[in-house]
């Protein structure tokens, strides 16, 4: 509802929801050049943004744009979410955003024609604390970066981007005063070597590869960090395990070698007895499914064959140390959450506060490894869009508690 004069509207006027709610209260200033826009949440009622408006004519049609300084607020708490400057609906000026639960900022920054520009620092809700200075040009990462421990304040990772593409030697460093390095990196041109560090055994070397933008590419290996012996050797197509990888115990001796392509267990795999180069198990593996099974005795005599795709009992022939049939035992199990995933997911996902209200939503995939004793390793994206919730799902995921391992004959594997 609302008033007329001489054809355009005047004054105050009122839109509601279906439901009967106010959905927004507008007032009209200059004839329909300018308008002052106080919009609701249906059912509550409590304001969910409010700001000036500006009337831009295109072909002949008058569109209302954003202009000047908008305020956002949360529906459950109707406090501040973000503070954001316009003009004439292009973000441009200072923004500030705000945590939904204790009210404080999360970062401040600035857009100049919808561009992010100069420095964006990020804070923790909790405590307030500086958790990240990034500083752009023209929308990229551009100049040095800073990001600290959210409880401590200790610096975290550093570096400099040139025009979003990362340059130079980047460092990450353990949460502790006296900055011991956790990992450093050395980027040209998107690509990078990389190497990383056990502060606890006198920062000995326990990772290393290559890097083209953030996916691993080529050998990488991987050492033992009581003793710096090689743990494991494999090798990367844009992220993805390709070849065969290679695992070492303590002492040297090779507990297993893995066929790959595409990420998956493709072709023959062989694991061997413990601190022996006995064959313990070889299986022939199509897109991580076992095709083809045989498990031997420390004699090397064979304890299960498995010679059909499908892998249920009555596919397994097993067999006594003595050569004689036997009963089968359950073959294999694969890795699994204890509880429910969906629901931890549910109870630990922390939306980013600047995604949420810019509206942006999709899908994270992300890979990990399950190792032989449920811990998550090596969490990685497959596929994402947009950097923030990227982050988000790679912290979810590393945050896991330890799964129950996958096992073949009652022996945990990854």
Same mark, same amino acid.
């Given at each position: 509802d609302g008033q007329y004069t001489n054809g355009i509207a005047t004054g105050i006027w009122k839109e509601y929801y279906n439901t009967g709610n106010l959905k927004c209260i507008k007032k009209h200033d200059n004839g329909q050049q300018q308008q002052y826009i106080v919009n609701y949440y249906d059912a509550t009622e409590l304001k969910q943004s409010e700001g000036a408006m500006v009337g831009v004519l295109k072909s002949g049609k008058m569109q209302y744009k954003r202009d000047g300084r908008w305020v956002y607020y949360n529906q459950q708490e109707n406090n501040k979410a973000?503070?954001?400057?316009?003009?004439?609906?292009?973000?441009?000026?200072?923004?500030?955003?705000?945590?939904?639960?204790?009210?404080?900022?999360?970062?401040?920054?600035?857009?100049?024609?919808?561009?992010?520009?100069?420095?964006?620092?990020?804070?923790?809700?909790?405590?307030k604390m500086r958790t990240a200075i990034i500083n752009f040009e023209r929308g990229e990462p551009h100049?040095?970066?800073?990001?600290?421990?959210?409880?401590?304040?200790?610096?975290?990772?550093?570096?400099?981007?040139?025009?979003?593409k990362r340059h130079g030697l980047w460092s990450g460093l353990y949460d502790c005063k006296d900055r011991r390095i956790q990992w450093q990196a050395d980027y040209k041109k998107d690509r990078a070597s990389i190497v990383y560090y056990d502060s606890a055994n006198n920062d000995r070397e326990i990772r290393k590869g290559n890097l083209y933008v953030h996916q691993r590419v080529g050998l990488w290996l991987e050492y033992h960090p009581e003793n710096g012996r090689l743990k494991t050797k494999e090798t990367y197509n844009n992220n993805l395990l390709e070849g065969v990888v290679v695992n070492y115990d303590k002492n040297g001796f090779i507990t297993s070698e893995l066929s790959y392509s595409r990420g998956m267990k493709n072709g023959r795999s062989v694991y061997y007895f413990e601190g022996k180069t006995?064959?313990?198990?070889?299986?022939?593996?199509?897109?991580?499914?076992?095709?083809?099974?045989?498990?031997?005795?420390?004699?090397?005599?064979?304890?299960?064959?498995?010679?059909? $795709?499908?892998?249920?009992?009555?596919?397994?022939?097993?067999?006594?140390?003595?050569?004689?049939?036997?009963?089968?035992?359950?073959?294999?199990?694969?890795?699994?959450?204890n509880g429910d995933v969906t629901a931890y997911i549910?109870?630990?996902?922390?939306?980013?506060?600047?995604?949420?209200?810019?509206?942006?939503?999709?899908?994270?995939?992300?890979?990990?490894?399950?190792?032989?004793?449920?811990?998550?390793?090596?969490?990685?994206?497959?596929?994402?869009?947009?950097?923030?919730?990227?982050?988000?799902?790679?912290? $979810?995921?590393?945050?896991?508690?330890?799964?129950k391992p996958a096992s073949i004959d009652n022996t945990p594997v990854a």
């Amino acid at each position: 509802d609302g008033q007329y004069t001489n054809g355009i509207a005047t004054g105050i006027w009122k839109e509601y929801y279906n439901t009967g709610n106010l959905k927004c209260i507008k007032k009209h200033d200059n004839g329909q050049q300018q308008q002052y826009i106080v919009n609701y949440y249906d059912a509550t009622e409590l304001k969910q943004s409010e700001g000036a408006m500006v009337g831009v004519l295109k072909s002949g049609k008058m569109q209302y744009k954003r202009d000047g300084r908008w305020v956002y607020y949360n529906q459950q708490e109707n406090n501040k979410a973000a503070i954001i400057n316009f003009s004439a609906g292009v973000l441009d000026g200072d923004v500030q955003f705000y945590d939904s639960t204790t009210g404080n900022i999360i970062l401040k920054g600035k857009y100049s024609l919808n561009m992010k520009s100069g420095q964006w620092t990020y804070y923790n809700p909790v405590n307030k604390m500086r958790t990240a200075i990034i500083n752009f040009e023209r929308g990229e990462p551009h100049g040095d970066l800073f990001v600290f421990y959210p409880g401590t304040g200790n610096m975290k990772q550093t570096g400099v981007y040139s025009h979003g593409k990362r340059h130079g030697l980047w460092s990450g460093l353990y949460d502790c005063k006296d900055r011991r390095i956790q990992w450093q990196a050395d980027y040209k041109k998107d690509r990078a070597s990389i190497v990383y560090y056990d502060s606890a055994n006198n920062d000995r070397e326990i990772r290393k590869g290559n890097l083209y933008v953030h996916q691993r590419v080529g050998l990488w290996l991987e050492y033992h960090p009581e003793n710096g012996r090689l743990k494991t050797k494999e090798t990367y197509n844009n992220n993805l395990l390709e070849g065969v990888v290679v695992n070492y115990d303590k002492n040297g001796f090779i507990t297993s070698e893995l066929s790959y392509s595409r990420g998956m267990k493709n072709g023959r795999s062989v694991y061997y007895f413990e601190g022996k180069t006995d064959v313990w198990t070889t299986a022939i593996f199509y897109d991580d499914d076992v095709q083809k099974l045989q498990i031997n005795y420390p004699s090397g005599k064979p304890k299960r064959v498995v010679d059909e $795709l499908k892998l249920g009992d009555e596919s397994s022939i097993c067999y006594t140390e003595q050569g004689g049939k036997e009963s089968c035992d359950e073959l294999n199990t694969d890795a699994h959450f204890n509880g429910d995933v969906t629901a931890y997911i549910g109870s630990n996902l922390k939306y980013p506060e600047e995604a949420k209200l810019l509206k942006m939503e999709g899908k994270v995939k992300v890979g990990f490894t399950i190792g032989e004793d449920g811990t998550i390793k090596n969490p990685y994206i497959i596929e994402g869009f947009d950097s923030r919730c990227d982050e988000e799902a790679l912290r $979810l995921v590393a945050q896991m508690p330890a799964w129950k391992p996958a096992s073949i004959d009652n022996t945990p594997v990854a």
